[in-house]
């Protein structure tokens, strides 16, 4: 039986991975989406609400099972990060036994009006998403909410999640 030399045996193997790594590269050219928590705003929380350009309109700020939040009569407005490039999801972690309407407004344009019943003590999260033509090509969006017959539900937490999608490199491969 003849063995083959040691650089056609280096070249065979070499072949088979290239095929290997071009079968994965055509079932699935991308990575798939990484939903990712771009900005965190800590609602009624002096040092993260400065960070974030709260304005706001008859409101106030108080604690529940000694967590912070906002309520507002009238408005109030945040400033986050955003990536530029995909569809945002605003996520408004509002505490319990507080419940309300508010039009979600993201730069100047009303996004969502959304009714919050919260009967627990549990906190409730909502997710609303934004059209991606509000905010392609902006790294920072104003996020609003306005209230609606009485005050908006307490809210604790405001979060901008994004699916970032990365295509892969092969190793040692640079942009």
Not at 15 to 39: E, N, Q, S
Not at 127 to 140: D, R, W
Request: aromatic share 6%.
């Amino acid at each position: 039986m003849a063995t083959r030399p040691p650089l056609l045996r280096r070249t065979a193997a070499l072949a088979a991975l290239l095929a290997a790594c071009a079968t994965v590269a055509l079932a699935r050219p991308f990575a798939a989406p990484d939903r990712r928590v771009v900005d965190r705003v800590e609602a009624g929380r002096p040092e993260s609400e400065a960070e974030h350009g709260y304005a706001g309109y008859d409101d106030t700020t108080g604690t529940a099972d000694g967590r912070a939040y906002r309520q507002a009569r009238g408005w109030m407005r945040y400033a986050v990060t955003t990536f530029d490039d995909t569809e945002v999801t605003i996520a408004c972690t509002f505490l319990g036994s507080a419940s309300g309407s508010f039009d979600l407004i993201v730069e100047d344009s009303v996004v969502a009006t959304k009714r919050v019943d919260v009967t627990t003590g549990t906190p409730t999260v909502v997710e609303l998403l934004v059209p991606f033509a509000v905010t392609k090509g902006k790294t920072s969006i104003a996020v609003t909410l306005r209230a609606h017959d009485g005050p908006t539900p307490r809210l604790h937490e405001l979060r901008t999640i994004q699916d970032h999608n990365e295509v892969p490199r092969p190793s040692g491969v640079s942009r």
